[in-house]
């Protein structure tokens, strides 16, 4: 019904960058964001946007670092990664829910896409 299709993942050197994309298909999807989960950790909420784009809400260990984007003209979000750090590295997972409040918890999505890593060597 709905899929959700990371990439732009890679291993980069601390301080270099990195942009993810994620793309949906199928029914409109509203609200969405990115997650991560490094090994032998839990996932954990890093960015989300509005259908609109308008609000956007960050993680505090990404701010000023991360920017959330999206094209719905290409039923697209990105991720640019900047400034990347060694703590940084994770895999990063896309998700979208069917309603327009942004949320920060992962159980109220409803559709996840299946991860892309993002590796940062110091």
């Known amino acids: 019904q709905v899929q959700l299709v990371e990439s732009g993942g890679g291993l980069v050197q601390a301080g270099g960058s990195l942009r993810l994309s994620c793309a949906a298909s199928?029914?409109?999807?509203?609200?969405m964001g990115w997650f991560r989960q490094a090994s032998g950790k839990d996932r954990e909420f890093v960015s989300a946007i509005s259908w609109s784009g308008s609000s956007t809400e960050y993680a505090d260990s990404v701010k000023g670092r991360f920017t959330i984007s999206r094209d719905n003209t290409k039923n697209t979000m990105y991720l640019q990664m900047n400034s990347l750090k060694p703590e940084d590295t994770a895999v990063y997972y896309c998700?979208?829910?069917?309603?327009?409040?942004?949320?920060?918890?992962?159980?109220?999505?409803?559709?996840w896409g299946q991860g892309t890593q993002v590796t940062v060597s110091s």
């Open positions: 998700a979208g829910r069917l309603k327009r409040t942004i949320v920060t918890t992962r159980h109220e999505y409803d559709y």
């Open positions: 199928g029914r409109s999807i509203y609200a």
